[in-house]
């Protein structure tokens, strides 16, 4: 999709040799109209692909202006002298739902709400912000929103959007290692996630970030009680094939409008 973009708009040249002859035999069948298919379906990737980054950012700093509204100072800073090193690494606001994310992409930020520090004890609140240390250290909301970009613009190919499931749950359980390592011990972190659980789900946030309890909690919980459990990773093979031919199609269109 790049190399045919710089030959649609910066007037690259590109040429393939090697099939040109079923270029050749394509034109005489009358499949030329290809091509404007190929526009329109570059177009509409291209406008989709910015839409979405830019409803990302918009509700990003939406979110993070009404945050700023909210935010119990004295527990921020309590937080973040007592848990980091950094002087923006926690953000207390104070609201009646759980709350426990890391969002922002390129510097982020740890959230937590009086209404979660009011359910947890102090050794369950320590687990989940061992868990969103892991999140915050390893940028885990860019990856998360590479991945979910990928899967969302490019939802053709319905493989990607199994993959960014299966990675999202594989970092939670990676989070949920860290902050059992951290307090040698899974107790605290069980019980946090069975309080969240019991209280409902979290306020649902427009944004891609990593959340403590919004991904297949009932899944880390019975791998809590069971670690010996195997992760599944089975790929759905109709899934798969599916995507390999659209993926294979979508190429034989390139190749064609581009020789």
């Known amino acids: 999709m790049s190399i045919y973009i710089l030959s649609m708009f910066a007037g690259w040249n590109v040429r393939f040799n090697v099939v040109a002859v079923c270029h050749s ?3 005489v069948i009358g499949l030329s109209f ?12 291209l406008l989709f692909l910015v839409w979405k980054m830019a409803s990302h950012g ?20 309590e937080m973040n002298e007592s848990y980091s090193s950094g ?3 926690f953000l207390v606001i104070s609201h009646p739902a759980a709350i426990a994310i890391t969002m922002g992409l390129f510097r982020p930020r740890i959230v937590l709400s009086t209404g979660l520090i009011k359910i947890l004890t102090d050794d369950e609140l320590t687990a989940v912000m061992y868990h ?16 979910s970009l990928c899967s969302s613009t ?4 319905p493989i990607l ?7 999202r749950i594989v970092k939670e359980l990676l989070a949920d290692e860290f902050a059992i390592e951290k307090q040698a011990t899974s107790v605290n972190l069980g019980s946090a996630l069975l309080k969240m659980l019991k209280v409902g789900k979290q306020e649902k946030i427009p944004f891609v970030h990593a959340s403590f309890a919004d991904t297949s909690v009932n899944y880390r919980i019975e791998y809590l009680l069971n670690p010996f459990m195997e992760f599944q990773m089975k790929l759905p093979v109709k899934i798969a094939c599916l995507s390999f031919l659209v993926f294979s199609l979508i190429c034989m269109l390139f190749v064609f409008v581009l020789l």
């Open 154 to 157: 490019l939802w053709y190919i």
């Open 161 to 167: 959007k199994w993959f960014n499931q299966k990675y």
């Open 87 to 89: 002087k923006n690494a």
């Open 58 to 77: 918009f509700h990003t700093m939406r979110m993070k202006k009404r945050f700023e509204l909210y935010k119990e100072n004295a527990l921020t800073i």
């Open 34 to 45: 290809l091509e404007y298919v190929l526009d329109v379906f570059v177009i509409y990737t």
């Open 25 to 27: 035999w394509l034109k």
């Open 132 to 147: 969103e240390m892991y999140h915050k250290e390893n940028r885990d909301p860019l990856k998360n929103f590479l991945m």
